[in-house]
């Protein structure tokens, strides 16, 4: 829909009650102009997903720029090789790697961070994958939790990983996770929210909650609307 009608989408997830939304493509739009969009919907921009390319080297700059454009201090790692989640070596390299990308952006006052999958759940030496990138990254770094992806590995709850990172969620995607009911909506799922949402503003630091709902055969603006008015219910 965003493709076909930027501003028309936009305004729709404005008139909803939504505050900000979270960028994973512009689809070849600049900066300026979404940042004008944004500013007819009475949105603001809480993320970007980009790639660990995208913020290094000489791209880092227009990745820069871009973000400054649309008034969002906040790039996203999207996801990283296959390897990386079966490798300590590996997950040490990227781990540095996204220290120095941090690093660079504190000039901009931009933060860096990192979107979790179903794969950073896997055990490295009995440690889980997501603690032991916790661990070697600076406290700058965000930690994105998913709590939808992270509840596909069994045995895992959110809010203690949550509780364990104190002060890294900075931003979380509020995704829905049932077993019984795949397709089920906030509230109406299998996860313990009352326990998720006092980790996250006890001691996981979230400044936004990104509604995140993508089942197919469900209209989007329709599931998203769903979706906010039950997580504020959950939140009262």
């Given amino acids: 829909q965003l493709s076909k009608d930027i501003p028309g989408t936009l305004k729709a997830l404005g008139a909803m009650g939504y505050e900000g939304v979270e960028l994973e493509n512009a689809f070849g739009r600049s900066g300026a102009e979404w940042k004008g969009h944004l500013d007819a919907a009475r949105l603001k921009a809480c993320g970007?997903?980009?790639?660990?390319?995208?913020?290094?080297?000489?791209?880092?700059?227009?990745?820069?720029?871009?973000?400054?454009?649309?008034g969002n201090r906040n790039l996203i790692i999207r996801s990283l090789?296959?390897?990386?989640?079966?490798?300590?070596?590996?997950?040490?390299?990227?781990?540095?790697?996204?220290?120095?990308?941090?690093?660079?952006?504190?000039?901009?006052?931009?933060?860096?961070?990192?979107?979790?999958?179903?794969?950073?759940f896997n055990r490295i030496d009995g440690e889980y994958w997501w603690n032991r990138f916790a661990d070697l990254t600076s406290k700058d770094v965000i930690l994105q939790f998913d709590t939808g992806n992270a509840s596909e590995m069994e045995g895992v709850t959110p809010q203690s990983f949550l509780a364990r990172n104190a002060g890294r969620t900075v931003t979380m995607h509020v995704k829905p996770f049932s077993r019984k009911d795949p397709n089920a909506y906030l509230g109406a799922d299998e996860l313990d929210w009352p326990a998720i949402l006092k980790a996250a503003e006890g001691t996981g630091g979230v400044e936004w909650y990104i509604i995140e709902y993508e089942k197919e055969g469900i209209p989007p603006l329709e599931a998203l609307k769903a979706n906010l008015e039950r997580f504020k219910k959950l939140r009262s």
Avoid at 88 to 105: C, G, M, P, S
């Fill in 48 to 70: 970007f997903h980009h790639t660990l390319a995208e913020l290094s080297g000489d791209k880092l700059a227009g990745s820069v720029e871009f973000n400054q454009a649309i």
């Fill in 81 to 120: 090789e296959p390897a990386v989640y079966t490798s300590a070596d590996l997950l040490k390299k990227t781990a540095d790697e996204v220290n120095a990308v941090a690093e660079r952006l504190k000039p901009h006052r931009m933060r860096v961070g990192y979107h979790n999958h179903t794969t950073d």
